[in-house]
C-alpha cells in the first residue's frame, strides 16, 4: 500500500543566474532548509540594467480594414481592426503595444510609430489602397530608422509578408495561388541554413526536429510565392534568407520563413500568435510544444526590440498604449478571431 506519502517542499530562490532548488521530507523541519540568500553561501546579486538594452519596448502593429468579424461587430466603412491575438503576441514576449490605426491621418501615424521600438504587420486581405502605401510607408521608415542606427524589429505576417513581397520585389503580382487555407503544417528547414540570427535560434534542437514532423504552425492563406520565384527575383534574393519552405495541399513548395540578410525583419508565411490566442478553428495546433512555438516566437520579437535605443517620453506611450481600448470578444460564433480591438473613430491621443 502507498500509504506512505512524501511531501515535498520545493524552495526556489531565483536571482540572476543562481537557483538553488532545496527539497525536504516532512518529516524533518521546514525552517532548516529555507535559506537566505546570504546562508547559501552564494549571495544574491541583482544584475544591473544593462544600459544597452531598452527594457520597457513597445511594439506597433498595424489595424487592419474592416472589423475582422465581416460585418458582424462594426459595418462603419471606415473601421479597421487588429486582432487581439497580435497584440497578446507581443505581451508574451514582455513588450507594450501601441496600435497604429491605418486610416488615421498619416502625420498622427507616423508620430505613434516614433512610440515604438518596433512593428508586427498582420495577417488580412487588403493588398492595395491605402493599406498598401501604409505598410510600404511604415515598412521604408523602419529600414530608415536601422540604417540610421537604431535597431528596429519588423515581423510580418501571413498577409504582411504577402505585402513585403510585393513591396520589395516591386511587383504587384508576384504571388501565387496556394492551397493552405485552414490548416496546421511542419516546417522544413532550408538545407544546411543557420538558424543563427533568426526567430528559430533560441529553439531548443528536439522541438526544432518536431517542428520539421509535426503539424505545429498554422497556416491561413490563399496566396504564396515558391522558394524557385523567390530566389528568381533579384531583390528578393539580396533582402531575404529563405529559412523554412513549407507544403500546400497540392504539395507545391511555397516560402514560409524568411529572415532579412540585413535587418532585423523577419516574415511568416504561417501564424505564430494563433497557437496560443486562437480557438475559431479546430485546425489550429494547441499542444505544449505548439504553445511554445508561440512563446518562443514572441520572445525573439521583443528580444530585438529591446535594443532599440527609442526611448520616447512615457506619458506619450502611455496615452496611446492599446490598454485605451477594449477588445470585443467575438468567438460564441466559433470562427474567426476570438478577440478583436476595433477602431472607428480617431483617438488623438498625443
Ligand atoms: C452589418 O450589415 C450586415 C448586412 O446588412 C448585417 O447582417 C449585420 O447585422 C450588420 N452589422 C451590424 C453590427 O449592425
Ligand atoms: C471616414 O473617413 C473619411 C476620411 O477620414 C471621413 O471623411 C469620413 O467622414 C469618415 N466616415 C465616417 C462614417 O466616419
Ligand atoms: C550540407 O552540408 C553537408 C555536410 O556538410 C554537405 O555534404 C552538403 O553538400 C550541404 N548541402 C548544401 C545544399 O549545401
Sequence with gaps: ?????????????????????????????????????????????????????????????????????????????????????????????????IPLIYNEPEELLFQKLELVNGVIFTGGWAKEGLYYDIVNKIFTKALERNDGGEHFPVYAICLGFELLTMIISQNRDILEKVDAKNSASSLQFVENVSTQGTVFQRFPQDLLKKLTTDCLVMQ????????????????????????????????????????????????????PEKNAFEWGSSKIPHSEDAVHVTQLTANYLVSEARKSQNRPPPEKVLSNLIYNYKPTYCGYEGRGYDEVYIFTQQRSLL
Excluded at 35 to 64: E, R
Excluded at 65 to 80: E, F, H, I, K, Q
Excluded at 231 to 249: H, P, Q, W, Y
Design 1 to 97: 500500500m502507498w500509504s506512505y506519502v512524501w511531501s515535498l517542499l520545493l524552495l526556489f530562490v531565483v536571482c540572476k543566474d543562481i537557483i538553488i532548488i532545496v527539497m525536504a521530507k516532512s518529516t524533518e523541519s521546514p525552517a532548516a532548509v529555507i535559506l537566505l540568500p546570504s546562508q547559501t553561501g552564494v549571495g544574491s546579486v541583482c544584475s544591473a540594467p544593462d544600459p544597452s538594452l531598452n527594457y520597457k519596448p513597445v511594439i506597433g502593429v498595424l489595424s487592419h480594414p474592416g472589423d475582422g468579424a465581416t460585418g458582424r461587430l462594426n459595418n462603419d466603412t471606415n473601421a479597421s481592426y487588429i486582432a487581439a491575438s497580435y497584440v497578446k503576441l507581443a505581451e508574451a514576449g514582455g513588450a507594450r503595444v
Design 220 to 271: 491561413n492563406h490563399q496566396f504564396g510565392i515558391s522558394p524557385d520565384n523567390f530566389e528568381g527575383n533579384i531583390a528578393l534574393s539580396r533582402f531575404f534568407k529563405i529559412v523554412t519552405t513549407c507544403l500546400d495541399g497540392n504539395r507545391k513548395a511555397y516560402v514560409s520563413t524568411v529572415q532579412s540578410k540585413t535587418y532585423p525583419v523577419t516574415g511568416f508565411q504561417w501564424h
